[in-house]
Structure formats: C-alpha cells, structure tokens
C-alpha cells in the first residue's frame, strides 16, 4: 500500500496533481498567467506516465485538441485564464453539444481584456454559465485552497465523466498561487469515475443512444465502431437532423441530464445555519474571507450561517430557498461586480433582502467590509 | 499558537520566495501546524522587489494575506523601506545588517535582530545561501517553528547535491540568532 503523502504545494500544482490521479492522460494548452504552473507541472509530469502534453498555437487550437483526444478515449483537460477562456468559449458549446467529458480550469485573473494578469478575480462565473451560443447546461466548482485544488479536481473529472459535459474548475490567482499542505491519499482510496463505455458492439451501437438517466455511452476511435460526431444537431445516430423536433429532444435532454440530478449536483459546505439570523453565500478564495467576516460577527453576539458553494453550476437554487424562509437576509460576497448574486436573488424570489458586496477584484475582500453587510441585514 | 504573521522581502535572485517556503514547509509538514504562504512578484524576476507573506497558526487559515506582520525579514533596502512602516509594534526585524541599515521607519516597541547573512554565506562557499542563513536566524531569534522541523524543511527544499551546503548555512544562521537573543553557547546576550 502506498503510504499517505503530504505535500507543501500551490494550488496550481496541487489541481494538476488532482487531474493525474483522477487519470487525465492528455493536456492541450496555451500558457496564460497565473495558470502557468498548472500547465508545466503536466508538461513535466504526463510523459513519464505515458501521457501527452501539447502546448497548441492558442487557446483555439488548445479547446478542441481535448476534445478529438476525448472521443480517442483519453481523460482530457486544458488550464487558462479569462482571455483565454474567452477565446476557448466557441468549442465548450461544441463539447456540450457533442457530449464530450473534458475538463477547463479557469484560474480567474482580474479582468476584462488582459486586466490584472498577476492579481485574482472571480468574475467569470457568469461566462462559464452562459459564455458559448446556445443553451446548455455546463457544472462548474470552486475550491478555496490547494488541498480542494486536488481533491475537487478529482471530482470534476468524474462528473465530467458522469454527466459528458465540459466541467469548469474556478480557481483564482490566490488559490492558485497560495502554497499550503495537502495531503495525498493512497492511489486506491482515491475514487476514480471511468468513462461509460458502451457495451454495444459495432452495428448496434448508437452514439446518443440514453438510457434512464439521459446520459448516452461513449466509444472510441480505433475500437472498430464507425460513429459520427458533429457540433450540428443530431439524431440518436449522431447524424444531422436539422429540424424542430431533433432540435428541441436534443437541446432538452442535455439540459435535462443535469436537471434531473440537480439533488445530487449540490456540493455545499455549511456552517452554523442552524437557527442562523443572517446567512452567507460565498464561493472560492472569497469564502476564506466570509468565514473570517462570519467569526467576527459571531464574536459580537450575532447568529451568522455560512454556505460555502462548492459547486456553483447547476446553482443549488433549492437549499438557498430554504435557508431564505428562516433568515432575515443575505450576504453574498465575491471577487466581481455582482454575478452569481443573481442567481441568489432568483432563488430567494423576494422572500428577504440579498445583499451583495461586489469587489472589482485584484485583491480580496477585507473581512470588515464583508463584517459591515452581515450587521446591515441583520438590523 | 495565535496566528502569526510573517513577511519575507527582498530582491528577486535573493531566494525570498524559497526562504518563506521552508519557513511554511516546517511548520505546516514538520511541526504539523498550519501554514499559508502567499508570494508576490513583479513583472520582471531577478532583481526586482519580491516577497513572501506567511501566515502559521494552531487552526486552518482564513484570510491569506499578511497585512501587519509580526515578524518581517528583510534582505534588502527596499524591502526594508516597503514593509518596515507595516510591522505590528513590538513586532521583529531580522535584517541583512550589511545591506539594510535602521531608520526612524521601524514602529515603536520593535525588537530588530541583523546578521550578516551575505558574509556568512560567502564564507560558506557561496552567496546563494543567504536565504537558508536567514531561515536558519529565524528560527534562532523567534523559535516560532522547531529547529529540528526547519532543518528538514530545508534539506528536503533545495536542490539535490547541495544539501549539507544548505545544512551547514542553516546551522549558521541558527547559532548566530540563538546567540544574538542569549539562547546560543556564545553566552547570553546582556552579558555580552
């Protein structure tokens, strides 16, 4: 058995670590800072475990190189930051349509444009959500330190693999560059997803073929099945079918395939919201800051929850209703100008007062200020 | 242990970002505490400003940054001219004494501690190791991670093949701050 390791690693290097035990065998990138060091930990890394890593001409190249080496039957990944995601976004509707598992990092950086290249931002939430044409439904999680850079990562890729969607990993500039200890299971008591391969045999097989839970079996190229992929809209066959009807199976059962699982999507972490007068809603590098802002008012006497998203795509809209019906507000804090409030507030439907605290980015929260909304909607 | 808080600042090529490291490693792999380290660098790498910001405490850390550091080292003037106004009083300066000189910047009630550290690294064999000098004074004048911790810390942080050259820089820093604040067998301080 191998022993348990403990590491003093950044984020950077713990999430590329996380993507090779969770299996990836294949990285296609462009180096963005401050995502840099995930991308040269697999560039060093990959090829002594029989992996490859291609650094492509642009994050174009890099969006879709994953994606021919996914229906190669490889676990797949690129890393990037917002101005690269940007110019990644044509092809993440193409693995949503197209059903590929594939894993993007988005190290956030302030932005828009080149914005802050070294300096931390989280506002690419709602890119992630909506940022391709079309409509779909992506998953997308956010650690808070190294040790969740790994073992998230693990989960990204397994639900990657579950669900056939691109999975986004929302790190940020701190989290990424923040060194900490992480701890290194056993290899075997890491829970691995394997892709869902189809049992049919060539001739009988149908690439969007689902069962009951909507999600179809993948094969893959060179294992004598003559399949058609195309980013067009498709029949069960993966052929064309350009037409209302094809259209609106399709673009439902892709929707419906997380919708479904919507119970089994939400990852959050939840602190005192037993009897709590006032909750938080935080996500990433900002819920270390929450969590510090929570504490100094509980020190004043005040009843303050915490929910930590740890999944932030499907929203986990029903626990926020929930928690909405027994306090008097919500605080939602995070590195952009108010992005995921929104879903909040849909959630909440008016019930209390959302208070958002925006920060443009570039560094985090003070506690304080987070401290000065918690005793705002307390009043 | 409350959270302390310390910042490691210096030039780019000076190893600040490797001192902080070990500094971390000892105490979140070695001492088994928590540690969080933040670096920070500017546009250009070798000689331009950069720092370290280390957090070390009982509990997980929350908020990442340092802001009031408890502890600053110094390597440089700038460094010492940047971070110096931000130490909390009666905080601790350890400073490169033969590149940093004292000023009316330094807060009130701060006790500051300098060493030589390029010297003593030079006389070592090289002048790289002024970092793990400084590792090694840290733990000397403020014991705030175990030396046993550290010296692991570092061995198990530097390249392959120069370890007992890093040992050896260690052990000197060490001795030089257990010395400086009446711990050391170079006698107590007040006696001096």
Known sequence: ?379 | MPKTEIRVGGLGGQGVILCGHIIGKAAAIYDNKHATLIQSFGPEARGSACSAQVSLADEPIGYPYVKRPDVLIVMSPDAYSQFAPTLKPGGILLYESELVSLDEKLPEGVTAYGIPATRLAEELGRRLVLNIVMVGFFVGTTALVSAEAAERAVVHSVPKGTEQLNQRAFRKGLEFGLNLTGQGNGGPRHDA
């Not at chain 1, 976004?89 to 693995?95: C, N, T």
């Not at chain 1, 693990?154 to 200890?181: C, Q, S, W």
């Not at chain 1, 829970?191 to 969007?208: C, I, L, N």
């Not at chain 1, 609106?248 to 009897?275: F, P, W």
Request: aromatic letters at 6%; one cysteine or more; hydrophobic letters at 40%.
């Open chain 1, 1 to 379: 058995m191998v022993e348990k390791k403990e590491v003093f690693v950044q984020g950077n290097i713990a999430c590329a670590e996380g993507a090779l035990y969770a299996g990836c065998s294949f990285f296609a990138g462009y180096p963005i800072t401050p995502s840099t060091e995930v991308a040269e930990h697999m560039s060093e890394e990959l090829p002594k475990r029989g992996g490859a890593f291609i650094q492509m001409e642009d994050e174009i190249a890099s969006s879709i190189a994953i994606q021919g080496a996914a229906w190669a039957g490889k676990k797949v990944m690129t890393v990037t930051s917002g101005p690269g995601l940007s110019l990644m976004m044509e092809h993440v509707g193409l693995a949503a349509f197209t059903e590929t598992p594939c894993v993007f990092v988005d190290v956030q950086r302030g932005g828009p444009s080149t914005g802050l290249p070294t300096l931390p931002g989280q506002a690419d939430m709602m890119q992630v959500k909506w940022g391709s044409h079309g409509d779909y439904e992506p998953i997308a999680l956010a650690p808070n330190s190294p040790q969740e850079c790994f073992d998230l990562m693990i989960k990204a890729f397994n639900l990657a693999e579950i669900y056939r969607v691109p999975v986004f990993f929302m790190m940020d500039e701190v989290v990424g560059h923040m060194t900490e200890r992480v701890q290194i299971p056993p290899a075997e008591e890491i829970q691995v997803v394997e892709r869902r391969w189809s049992s049919k045999p060539p001739g009988q097989y149908r690439p969007y073929e689902v069962g009951e839970d909507l999600v179809p079996d993948m094969v893959k190229a060179g294992d004598g099945y003559r399949i058609h992929i195309t980013g067009l809209t498709h029949d069960e066959r993966g052929y064309p079918a350009m037409n209302p009807t094809a259209h609106d199976r399709l673009v439902r059962r892709i929707h419906e395939k997380i919708r479904r699982h919507a119970d089994a999507l939400v990852d959050i972490r939840e602190d005192g919201i037993e009897g709590a007068e006032v909750a938080v809603v935080s996500f990433g590098i900002t819920s270390r800051v929450a969590a510090a802002a929570v504490e100094l008012a509980r020190q004043r006497g005040l009843k303050v929850g915490h929910l930590r998203l740890i999944i932030t795509w499907p929203f986990p809209g029903r626990r926020i209703a929930e928690v909405a019906r027994h306090v008097k507000g919500i605080v939602v804090p995070e590195l952009n100008m108010g992005q995921v409030v929104l879903e909040v507030e849909r959630a909440v439907a008016g019930r209390v007062p959302v208070h958002s605290v925006p920060h443009a980015g570039g560094t985090v929260h003070e506690p304080e200020v987070i401290l000065e909304k918690i005793l705002e909607a307390a009043r």
